[in-house]
């Protein structure tokens, strides 16, 4: 049973940073990828970032690019997402997910019907 496990979340100033980590646990293969999604109150999820675990490949939106920076550790079987200059419009709950690659291109891994299982989310609030 694969499981995801979101931890990191919380309140912060704007121009803040936050660490967010996900903890996977269960059968994921080195031809997976790990996204971050995130749901803002009233709009649809979105894809944040993601990583290749085959070989450590990255996309970002354009709305976190340069400041968001996606990261893994095998050893831990977790994936971090660090979140810099967080901004009021940063606020969400953000969710893990995982996919298998199966030739994907890194790009559609911003892609919500990409994944096939979830994390809980947790919360991230960007407010003075």
């Known amino acids: 049973q694969v499981q995801l496990v979101e931890s990191g979340g919380g309140l912060v100033q704007p121009g803040g940073s936050l660490r967010l980590s996900c903890a996977t646990s269960?059968?994921?293969?080195?031809?997976?990828?790990i996204g971050w999604f995130r749901r803002a109150p009233g709009k649809e999820r979105e894809g944040v970032s993601a990583?290749?675990?085959?070989?450590?490949?990255?996309v970002y939106a354009a709305s976190v690019k340069g400041r968001f920076t996606i990261s893994r550790d095998h050893t831990k079987n977790t994936v971090y997402l660090q979140m810099n200059s967080l901004e009021p419009e940063d606020t969400a709950v953000y969710y893990c997910?995982?996919?298998?690659?199966?030739?994907?291109?890194?790009?559609?891994?911003?892609?919500?019907?990409?994944?096939?299982?979830w994390g809980q989310g947790t919360q991230v609030t960007v407010s003075g």
């Open positions: 997910a995982t996919a298998q690659m199966e030739g994907t291109a890194v790009p559609a891994l911003l892609n919500t019907w990409e994944y096939d299982y």
């Open positions: 269960g059968f994921i293969l080195d031809d997976y990828a």
């Open positions: 990583i290749s675990l085959r070989d450590g490949s990255t």
